[in-house]
DNA sequence: GTCTATAAACAGATAGAC
DNA sequence: GTCTATCTGTTTATAGAC
């Protein structure tokens, strides 16, 4: 179409899509609908990415790479374990903030095909695996109660995910605005910290503030 | 069809749709997958529930109706605050065992049409209110770290249904076999406990030892 | 109540013109 | 590269015979 640049059809495409369905929801889109918002022909999703489902999964595997990149460096990095964790909580929820359906894509797509996870999950460096040594460690300390790396990675990453998969139940049932909705998502970070570890979130060694909620690369 | 004895066929059709939906996980059923399932014709099930769409909000309703009151129960009981919690836990993860798929088409539905949740919300008392004298009580007593009732009970449910609707994603990374991802939802009972007061699960007092999973009224 | 046959709507994919 | 037109398959829903 004569009002895009040119040549960028297809990265345009793909941005549209991904807003589509990760930060609109719309994880039903057809083709249409997702040429529509792209302002391009139908017909040229399938000239770039073959069919509905090769479009899917190429969006897939860059969203959820491009999220355990960034949690896989926090954990896999020098720092103390409680920043790492503190740290991994902030990442985790701030891209829940940016994708707000990325998760619940995941949960739909992999129960609708199971086949589908080996993809996402391919080259697997599990984080129970980065955390394994650490914990051990406080756990020996006695500043952590026994627990395996397994059940300690589920319980941090069940407390962050789970409120943006039952978004709208929680909304509803709490009466809450999509900015409050927001802002509460912003209050679990403290909420999970202090849920994992039973101690308050030092307000110390916080990596920033996000003045400006911007956190894709 | 003859060969069922007569009469029952909505009864048949409900029954099997449910078992389609919640238990196998097949949540993208169509209306003759339904049919064949519960060996009847097709054309039956518009007969009895007008539109799929309509099948599905009865069988949604019911089936979280059913969960509510039960936990609802546990909660508004005269038990000590610990038993309550420990027996909603115990009941959330059995409910999950026996219809895996239940959550997971909750969110799916809500997600797809936000309208939906009104339904399935109303008339409702929240969990929050229901222990939210006892929370207070505890916190004062210096037994549990100050937290809202809200984030309290969003934890709890969230480290309950989150392994459950990531079944796929967890049993593909920790290579578990369907048995074994039983297994591991059992145990997580008492790591659920352990991670919301921070010591053990007490040995006593649970209702029963479910010598056979059967939980449904 | 239960069936067959068919309508009606839709979505994904492709061929071929430009 | 981009478009229009068309094909194919799928699914819900209903009309009407039995």
Known sequence: ???????????????????????KGFLNATTQEIADEAGVNRALIHYYFRSRDQLMDTLLEEAVNEKRERARAVLSSALPFR??????????????????????????????NPEKVKVLCQ???????LIRKDLE?????????????????INL??????????KTVLQNMHGMSDTAYRKFLQ????????????????????????????HAK
Chains 1, 2 share one sequence.
């Open 187 to 214: 209050d679990r970070k403290e909420i999970i910290y202090h849920a994992i570890f039973h101690e308050p979130l030092p307000r110390i060694a916080r990596k920033e503030e996000h003045p400006h909620p911007k």
């Open 157 to 166: 990453i069940s407390l962050c995910n789970y409120p943006l998969l039952a």
């Open 83 to 112: 920043e790492k964790i503190s740290l991994f909580i902030d990442i985790v929820v701030e891209y829940g903030l940016k994708y707000p359906y990325l998760e619940n894509f995941i949960i739909t797509e992999t129960a609708r």
């Open 137 to 153: 460690e406080e756990i020996a300390k006695g500043r952590l109660l026994p627990i395996t790396a397994e059940h300690f990675v």
């Open 123 to 129: 080259s697997k460096i599990k984080s129970s695996d």
């Open 1 to 23: 179409m004569s009002t895009i640049p040119e040549a960028q059809t297809e990265a345009v495409i793909k941005e549209k899509a991904k807003s589509l369905f990760f930060q």
